[in-house]
């Protein structure tokens, strides 16, 4: 079976129910991690010159990231803000049709806000929120459905965006839990990827990827110590629809050294039953302490080199060589991994960045896009991040184009030479001819797939006047996602780390031709 063409567009129905040619329904974008638009024929090679912003969508002043990339289906944009609103506007005017309020779901709780992507499917829309909530709305009125509390940890949350696939949302549980202080008991937060019902938001079933934490001890503050924890699901997952496997990575352990940290899992998608699992690195535990003065007594890996972050934070992609599937998957180490999809053998790996223990900043962040010809993937604080398009047969890379040595130092990040950085953190998208991929320096580019080349670029680093009556702020091209590509439209969230400073929020810019 292809992934490409005709297949490509009957997966998509299958997994969406309503996903038109050329709509952008899920973070993946279909449900094999493509992030590729295969039917995206109107900004080619040859029109890509001529893209102008179209309108842009200002937030108010948070002081949150903006992390949610948006969904695109029907003519309509989704997605949520760091102002705890999640937004349905026209995809081509951005005038809004419908808003919701999270703070209307336990408002006890507060501060809720959404970090993933939307899913769009059968006239629902999907996603998670930092309280760990799971939401369905009304496609066209916005009217809530349903929504779930996944998280007994008060800790929990999702930066794993859903994936529909025949009736259920798929979705991973990710933790803050290993950024708190010395002061506060560590850690007990576990991570796992629940299949719920999405007619009724009811979970069909869990994969937990550690065992149940219990108390080791006292760190040496006096708080309690247990053990083991973390392996999050930062990542969203994918699935091969030939198989019926589902395929997710996980982070590294937080205490402790077990279970299914830093590993590519393959389960059953219709029960969580394992089909194999493998394990990236051989030990991986790590806490925000550990990049702390004096922090061995919290951070023990420091004395025997484990204390790495070298997770999977990435989504995978599933591709086809010679008759055969595999799936590939990018690490904060800097290392691509290719599995046999069906056994788990490795098929090769490939190391394109340089690795950087105790915060894996230097790796591979979000996801990596693969358009039937090239797997595209983007580094981090690379010393500069670079994009990369690589062999899908041998890893054997192909072309590699540095973020440009002037983009600190060329429109608005001159200002900022103590904030800006030539680094790499959305997710790569592609589509026919074009790569997109956006930068820490605050300028998005498109480049040519055949050849690397910078095609196009637009600098974010300024003001812009928005058509929600607001004024907003540019800066980091956002993380979490990437640029979604949809009926000759390119959408861009900005406003991640590193912040340029404003007394504006960030904004969502939308992209098309003259």
């Known amino acids: 079976m292809s992934l490409s063409g005709i297949a490509l567009g009957a997966v998509l129905l299958l997994a969406t129910g309503s996903a038109a040619p050329g709509d952008w329904p899920t973070w993946q974008g279909d449900v094999t991690g493509s992030r590729h638009n295969a039917a995206e024929h109107r900004i080619t090679p040859r029109t890509v010159g001529k893209l102008k912003l179209k309108w842009a969508f200002a937030y108010p002043a948070t002081g949150a990231p903006v992390k949610s990339q948006p969904a695109v289906v029907d003519g309509g944009i989704y997605f949520g803000g760091p ?28 501060g809720a806000i959404v970090l993933d992507g939307p899913a769009v499917a059968r006239g629902k829309v999907f996603f998670g929120d930092n309280r760990g909530y799971v939401y369905a709305l009304d496609q066209r009125t916005g009217r ?56 009724t938001g009811e979970l069909d079933w869990r994969y937990w990827t550690v065992p149940e934490p219990v108390q080791v001890g006292t760190w040496p503050s006096g708080a309690p110590r247990f053990e083991p924890s973390g392996a999050g699901v930062w990542s969203s997952p994918v699935i091969d629809p030939a198989t019926g496997t589902l ?64 997770d999977i934070g990435a989504t995978p992609n599933l591709f086809r060589v010679g008759g055969r599937t595999f799936v590939g998957v990018g690490q904060k180490s800097g ?38 010809r090239r797997i595209y993937v983007a580094t981090y604080f690379a010393g500069p991040g670079t994009l990369f398009a690589l062999d899908p047969a041998t890893g054997r890379v192909l072309w590699e184009t540095p973020n440009p040595a002037d983009g600190c130092t060329t429109g608005g990040a001159a200002a900022f030479p103590d904030v800006c950085a ?68 390119l959408y861009v969230q900005v406003g991640y780390y590193p912040f340029y400073p404003s007394e504006h929020g960030n904004v969502l810019l939308a992209f098309g031709l003259e």
Not at 284 to 293: A, F, G, M, Q
């Open 144 to 199: 809530l459905r349903w929504a779930t509390d996944t998280e007994s940890h008060s800790a929990g949350m999702h930066t794993s965006s859903p994936l529909y696939y025949r009736g259920k949302i798929y979705i991973g549980a990710s933790s803050a839990e290993n950024t708190g202080d010395a002061t506060t008991p560590c850690c007990t937060f576990r991570g796992h990827i629940d299949a719920l019902d999405a007619d």
């Open 247 to 310: 395929y997710v990575g996980t982070g590294q352990n937080y205490t402790g050294s077990a279970g299914d940290y830093d590993s590519l899992l393959a389960l059953n998608a219709r029960d969580g039953s394992v089909r194999w699992k493998q394990q990236v690195t051989r030990a991986d535990t790590w806490r925000s302490l550990c990049n702390e003065p004096d922090a061995e007594g919290y951070c023990p890996g420091l004395r025997d080199g484990t204390a790495l972050d070298y």
């Open 83 to 110: 102002d705890g609103m999640f937004y349905a506007l026209d995809a081509r005017t951005g005038a809004t049709r419908w808003t919701f309020a999270l703070s209307s779901v336990d408002p006890a709780s507060g």
């Open 422 to 489: 030539l680094a790499h953190t959305p997710a790569a998208t592609s589509t026919p001819g074009l790569v997109y991929e956006g930068s820490n320096d605050g300028k998005m580019r498109i480049y040519s797939s055949r050849t690397g080349a910078v095609l196009w670029q637009y600098d974010t680093v300024r003001t812009f006047t928005a058509v929600n009556g607001r004024t907003g702020f540019g800066g980091a091209v956002s993380g979490n996602g990437g640029a979604v590509v949809s009926n000759g439209m």
């Open 335 to 372: 290392v691509y991994h290719a599995f046999d999809a069906r056994t788990g053998a490795v098929f090769w790996r490939r190391q394109i960045g340089v690795p950087l223990p105790s915060g894996g900043i230097s790796g591979i962040q979000w996801g990596s896009s693969y358009d039937g």
